[in-house]
């Protein structure tokens, strides 16, 4: 087990990333300086956007647990109240329920994670499709329950008929920002780069707080800067994908980037017999089947991780490490090969692991 280590597990459980302690040559020219006493880190945890939200700060006064908490719950309600497709004034969920095609006004950040979300949708060929939200809805992996038992194909075909990326614009223009759809019931599910975009955002109010050591998580996606309270390495690792608890698969020195995983062994229901996992194929409009069962990437930001990671998990294993050779992406695969697993890795993922 490493020092300073904690089980951190997240509402579907299905990734669970060890958090212990990380040091950071942080991609910011203010290298952050390891805190002069040794120190539990500071540690603000709560539930947020179905899943588990954790910041653990080294050599900050505890005194301001307080206000940060204030400050930390602030910044998750206001990106819920953006993107939440689960609450019904979000203002993505106004966007969906809109069925004309005027341009409808969103924040720039708001704007930004869409235009990030739409070119990894390019650059993986619709395998991460944003707008696959009514497929989504279909199998039962959004905020309606699930269905008792399987849709049919004329189900399937018409949800399927009313996705596809290029539905959807982002205008950005001096005087704001607006998304656009050209199809009455496109519906956008933001919920594969929430996770990661929350993340990005408690470590930006970490860095205006002026804290440079911390370790901030929301979901499965995980951003971490500067050293823990005994100026150590924050380090991150990766479970296996068995229901064990306390696998580790790997464990990695994130080095200032995001790291995000996505896996389809923990989030999944059964009806007759058969699995069905929360990861859409938006060609064929069902769940995956190949034997890809978790996906792990690292990126310059949690939002980018979170959104590669669910593409590949679309991909499968050759088609993934393909396309992560081709963009020079840092990505972890596992694959169930028989009653093993089997793990690949890209060289640049090589690069950000540590031995335990
Ligand atoms: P990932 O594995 O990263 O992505 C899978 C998710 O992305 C799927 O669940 C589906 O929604 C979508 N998806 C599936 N296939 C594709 C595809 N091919 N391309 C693009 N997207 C795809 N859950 C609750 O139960 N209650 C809540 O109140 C709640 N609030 C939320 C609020 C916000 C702002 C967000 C972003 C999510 C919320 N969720 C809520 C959902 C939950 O937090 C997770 O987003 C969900 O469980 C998937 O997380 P994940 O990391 O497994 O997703």
């Known amino acids: 087990m490493l020092s300073g280590t904690t089980w951190f597990t997240r509402r579907t459980l299905h990734q669970a990333l060890f958090l212990g302690s990380f040091t950071l040559l942080s991609a910011c020219n203010d290298a952050p300086t390891a805190p002069n006493a040794a120190s539990q880190p500071l540690v ?14 080294a050599g900050v006064d505890p005194q301001e647990e307080a206000s940060l908490r204030e400050a930390i719950t602030a910044q ?22 809109y069925t004309g095609n005027e341009p409808q006004p969103v924040s720039a950040d708001m704007a ?10 390019a650059l993986t060929k619709g395998a991460m499709d944003i ?7 279909l199998w039962g992996f959004g905020p309606e329950k699930q ?19 290029q539905h959807l614009t ?18 956008v599910d933001l919920s594969t780069v929430g996770e990661g975009y929350a993340t990005d955002n408690l470590a930006r109010l970490m860095e205006r707080r002026g804290i440079r050591n911390y370790l901030v998580s929301v979901g499965g996606a995980v951003v971490s800067r500067g050293y823990n309270g005994q100026g150590k390495p924050w380090r991150v690792a990766i479970q296996k994908p068995t229901d064990r608890e306390n696998a580790v698969q790997a464990i990695v020195d ?14 999944y229901y059964e009806v007759d017999g058969k699995r069905f996992s929360h990861i859409i194929d938006p060609a064929t409009g069902r769940p995956i089947t190949h034997k890809l069962v978790s996906a792990t990437v690292i990126s310059p930001t949690a939002t980018e991780a979170d959104g590669w990671d669910t593409g590949l998990m679309v991909l499968g294993t050759e088609k993934a490490l393909a396309l992560a050779k081709q963009h020079g992406l840092a990505v972890y695969l596992i694959s169930k090969e028989g009653d093993r697993f089997k793990t690949y890795m890209s060289p640049q993922f090589q690069a950000f692991l540590v031995n335990p």
């Open 131 to 137: 707008t696959v939200g009514p497929l989504v809805n």
């Open 147 to 165: 269905p008792v038992k399987e849709p049919g194909q004329q189900q399937i075909d018409q949800a399927k008929a009313q996705t596809g990326l």
């Open 76 to 97: 998750l309600a206001k990106d819920d109240g953006e993107i939440s497709t689960y609450k019904p004034h979000s203002v993505l969920s106004r966007f969906n329920q």
């Open 254 to 267: 994130l080095q200032g980037h995001g790291i995000s995983t996505s896996g389809s062994y923990r989030n």
């Open 44 to 57: 603000i945890e709560g539930k947020t956007m179905g899943t588990f939200y954790r910041v653990s700060l």
């Open 170 to 187: 982002v205008i950005h223009k001096a005087e704001g920002q607006w998304l656009q759809k050209d199809l009455p019931g496109l519906y």
């Open 112 to 121: 930004d994670l869409v235009v990030c979300a739409l070119r990894i949708g």
